[in-house]
C-alpha cells in the first residue's frame, strides 16, 4: 500500500523546480542565438546598404564632367540660362562648371556633406567649338558663326554652352539650345553657324531674357561647348537615408532615397598643389578660379552605416575614425566652425556622428567604408 500512494509534495516541488531551471536555460539559449542572429542578419545589412551607396557615388564621380569638361579653361565658370516658354520660364539652378563639388554640413545635429556631380547625358562626343566673329543679343540672326567644318557631334536640340573669351562672374556661361538652320544669309563659304533657340519656347534654353548674355555679347574666340543633355545630381544624408536629388534641364526632380541605414558622409578634394600630377593635399577648400579647378585629380569619401538592431549593452563607446590623411595632411570641415585638422600620416581622424539625432547612439554597430576616386574626365583633358 505504501509503495503504491504516488509523489509526495517535496518529489513534486523538486520535479518543478528542476523543470524551471531547464526551461530557463533553454530560454536564455534561444535568447542569445535570437540576437546574435538579429546582430549578425542587420550587421549584414549594413554592410549590404554601406557598400551599395559607397559604389553608386563612386560610379558617378567616375563619369562626374563626362561631355562637360572637355576644355579646361572654362573649369569654374558661371552658368545662366533660361529653360521653357514665356509663361514657365525657369532659370538655371546656380551652379558653376564643374565635374564636382563639395558642400560641408550645416551644423553639429546635420554634419553630413553634399556630393554634387555634373555630367551629360549624351552618347557621343563633340569637341569644343571656337566662334569666328561676335555674336550678340541684338544681332538680327541667333545662330554663331564658326569655321566651316567644326561642328561635327552637334545636333538639332542638343544643349551647347556659351562661352564667352573673357569670362568672368558677370560674364558668365549660357546654356542654349540647338535649332534648325533657319537659312541664315552667309556670303562667305569658309564659314558656317551653329543656329539656337532666340524666343521662349516650351522645351528649350532660349536667348531670352537678355540679362543672361554678357553686356559685350560673345566675342571672337568665344568657346561653344556640346552639353548634350546636362545633369546634375545631389548626393546627400538625411537622418539614416542616402538620397539624391537630380536636376535636369526640365527642372530638379523630387528627393530619391538610395539607401537606408546610412547616418554620415564625408568628403575631400584631392589636389595637386604643385603641379607634378600627384594629390599632396586633401581638404573641402571649394576652387574659386580656374586654376584652382585644375588642380583637383580626385575626390575622397566616407560613408558610415549603422546597424538596424540595437543591443542591450553599450556596443559602440566612441565615434567612428577613418583613415583620412594617407601621407598628406587633411583638413576637413565637420560642420560650419568646427573644422578638424589631421596630421600628415595620421592613422585616425575624428568622424562626427549627428549624435544628437541617433538616439542611444553606443547601442549600435556601425561600419565605416571609404574610397578615393580620380576625376577621370577632368584628368583626360589637362590640355587643350
Known sequence: MQRQRGMT???????????????????????????????????????????????????????AGYGVVSAPSVLGCPITGHYGTSGSTSAAPAMVLAPVIITPGASASAPS??????????ASFSAPVKTTATHTSTD????????????????????????????????KCLLLTVTEDTSVPDTTLSRTRIPHVAAPSASSWNAAPSSDWPAAGFPQN????????PRSMDFSVSGDTFQVVTWTQQGIGGVESLNSGIVLLKALYGRDTDGNGTVDVYDTT???DNAGWRNVLSVRFVIVARSGQREKDEVTTTQPTWNAAGSAAVTYDAYPGASTTCAANAATCDLPLPISQLNDWKHYRYKVFDTAVQVRNLMWNVEE
Do not use: C
Open 9 to 63: 509534495m517535496v518529489e513534486l516541488m523538486v520535479a518543478l523546480l528542476l523543470g524551471l531551471v531547464t526551461t530557463y536555460f533553454i530560454s536564455q539559449v534561444f535568447a542569445i542565438a535570437e540576437g546574435q542572429k538579429r546582430t549578425a542578419t542587420f550587421g549584414s545589412d549594413a554592410q549590404v546598404n554601406g557598400a551599395v551607396a559607397l559604389d553608386t557615388l563612386r560610379q558617378q564621380i567616375m563619369s
Open 113 to 122: 556633406d553634399t556630393i554634387r556631380v555634373l555630367t551629360s547625358t549624351k
Open 286 to 288: 571649394t576652387p574659386t
Open 140 to 171: 538680327a540672326y541667333p545662330s554663331f558663326v564658326i569655321l566651316d567644318g567644326s561642328s561635327h557631334g552637334v545636333k538639332v536640340d542638343d544643349t551647347i554652352l556659351a562661352v564667352p573669351a573673357d569670362w568672368s562672374a558677370t560674364n
Open 222 to 229: 568665344s568657346l561653344l561647348l556640346n552639353f548634350g543633355n
